[in-house]
């Protein structure tokens, strides 16, 4: 009998299902043979105690997930995801404990081994960031549901509170919608299409309108000397004091927004669309298109932490929601760049733009610009700067399609400072006409240019490709014995060294006799004409009969 139970006890599980129960039965029958009952009612005492605990814990463990709480987290900064970090049943069931689990469970109706299964935490806690708001810990969220926060909309600090004033508010919220949802659900059952009103309703209103009188009235001396030394404090590291600014009601709805918003944040970090402490815009929604953006552009915070941004197609001006750029579109009065219209042929215009007339509207082109390019510096210093926007034009107004900007005075000649078609544009000939466009601004003004380096990788396979068919389409025009790299140079005003450049890597310059030779490469300049003939007559090149345009003074 001992070897019999003991190979029972080696099969039993320790959740007490089926081995456990077919133990237990036997136990039964064979208890009055070998053993006392007194033994028995002590190891049944004895297992009662370790079930009585498990269910505590398992009683614990529900009322945490009843109240939204997370599991412990491990040493590792992490929530548990295993059996092993977390335990709800004794480890170790043996035959006997299972026996007496069976019997409690007959005695209190209740199955352990259909416990209810532990809730996983997704929220993983890297404690190697920080919230950028200084002197603070990182410690609460502005909801009040979370132990920790990396970012500026979560941060209790920043908004002036403390992380228990936030989680208190956060209980009065949920009661406040727990009233509102059995409101609406008992009007649901009575309600009809023409409902008035009810009393409770009007007398709300009443409130309401009793609360909003006085939220014109001002600040007092003694609350405007509080904001103004806050401010001169904190600076932008603190959200400015709200209290008296307006009614209470209307506060504590602001309140709720920003705390929704930060949940809904949240959230979003923690599905891992958004990082903090990275390039948080991942979409724009430019006019009738969504582009993906490419690197980082330093927008403001409160935009740049957002996962999309609204830009207006013709003003540029940024904004944070469908609803906010559809009001901005009905009201706004432009419809092409600002500055003077410089050539214009069929739908395509060129537009020139003076950073120091239109410091605004640069400022937004040079964020936009950011990102979709690597290298770009100047974001906010545009006055030396001139800007060419290149649009195409429908019949609802002209829709960037590119630009480059060039320096007023610049000592190295550069008529490129920095160039961009945007990505709804690219691999359509727009970029070699922006190129052009420079290139025809430099012959008037009887310059040899060159774009400003570092080229980003786009770039430079753009302005190859242009030097290429320029030097070509120079070598099939002409018809003497010598050439120089001067003469090209002043012919297409395209620098020396780029010209150097190009022909090196078309195998067109050699080093003979001790003087550099220029090989006409027939085979190359039949193959360039060839593709010309293909593209036929294309309305992607720039005619300079349709410049208007005279070399700016000063430069």
Same mark, same amino acid.
């Given at each position: ?17 089926? *081995? ?40 614990? /463990? ?39 689990? *069976? ?38 969220? /502005?909801?009040?549901?979370?132990? &920790? ?53 009007? &007398? ?342 349709? /410049? ?8």
């Amino acid at each position: 009998m001992p070897r019999r139970r003991q190979r029972h006890m080696a099969g039993s599980g320790s959740d007490g299902t089926e *081995d456990s129960d077919s133990s237990a039965e036997r136990e039964q029958t064979n208890s009055s043979e070998s053993e006392g009952t007194v033994p028995k009612r002590q190891r049944l005492t004895r297992a009662s105690t370790r079930l009585s605990q498990s269910s505590q814990d398992t009683q614990e /463990l529900k009322r945490a997930v009843d109240h939204d709480e997370s599991p412990p987290l491990t040493p590792t900064g992490n929530a548990p995801s295993s059996e092993s970090e977390l335990d709800i049943s004794s480890p170790n069931a043996s035959h006997d404990e299972s026996q007496a689990k *069976d019997q409690a469970n007959r005695d209190s109706d209740k199955d352990l081994s259909h416990r209810p299964k532990r809730r996983r935490c997704h929220e993983t806690y890297n404690f190697n960031m920080k919230c950028p708001t200084p002197g603070c810990n990182s410690l609460g969220h /502005l909801t009040g549901k979370h132990e &920790r926060h990396f970012a500026v909309s979560g941060c209790p600090l920043y908004h002036n509170l403390s992380a228990d004033e936030c989680k208190v508010k956060a209980i009065s919220r949920e009661k406040q919608e727990e009233e509102v949802k059995a409101q609406e659900d008992s009007n649901s059952r009575h309600a009809t299409r023409h409902q008035t009103p009810t009393l409770k309703q009007i &007398r709300y209103k009443e409130q309401v309108a009793e609360i909003r009188k006085g939220r014109n009235s001002g600040l007092q001396k003694e609350q405007k000397e509080k904001h103004v030394e806050h401010r001169q404090t904190h600076g932008n590291t603190r959200e400015p004091l709200l209290e008296n600014i307006t009614s209470e009601y209307d506060l504590e709805l602001f309140r709720k927004a920003q705390a929704r918003a930060s949940e809904d944040l949240e959230k979003l970090r923690i599905q891992g669309q958004i990082t903090e402490g990275s390039n948080m815009i991942k979409t724009i929604l430019f006019g009738r298109y969504e582009l993906d953006t490419w690197y980082h552009s330093p927008y403001p915070e409160e935009y740049a932490r957002l996962g999309r941004l609204y830009v207006c197609e013709f003003c540029l001006k940024y904004m944070k929601s469908q609803t906010i750029l559809r009001r901005h579109m009905a009201k706004c009065v432009w419809k092409h760049p600002p500055g003077d219209e410089v050539y214009r042929k069929g739908s395509i215009s060129v537009f020139e733009v003076d950073g120091k007339k239109n410091k605004i509207y640069c400022q937004n082109l040079c964020l936009l610009a950011k990102l979709f390019l690597d290298h770009k510096t100047l974001y906010y210093d545009v006055e030396p700067f001139l800007f060419y926007v290149m649009t195409e034009a429908d019949n609802t107004g002209c829709h960037l399609v590119g630009y480059f900007s060039k320096e007023k005075n610049s000592f190295l000649n550069y008529n490129v400072s920095c160039i961009l078609t945007m990505p709804q544009y690219m691999r359509q000939g727009f970029g070699k006409m922006l190129i052009d466009f420079s290139y025809l601004l430099s012959k008037v003004e009887e310059k040899v240019g060159s774009p400003e380096r570092p080229l980003s990788d786009l770039g430079l396979i753009s302005y190859r490709s242009y030097w290429k068919e320029v030097l070509l389409r120079y070598m099939y025009n002409f018809q003497g014995k010598e050439i120089s790299i001067k003469e090209i140079s002043q012919e297409t005003a395209v620098n020396p060294v780029d010209i150097v450049s190009t022909l090196q890597s078309l195998q067109m310059l050699k080093y003979w006799k001790g003087k550099h030779l220029v090989l006409k490469r027939q085979d190359l300049i039949d193959e360039w004409k060839a593709k010309e003939i293909k593209r036929g007559n294309s309305n992607k090149t720039i005619d300079p009969s349709s /410049l208007k345009w005279t070399p700016p003074k000063g430069t």
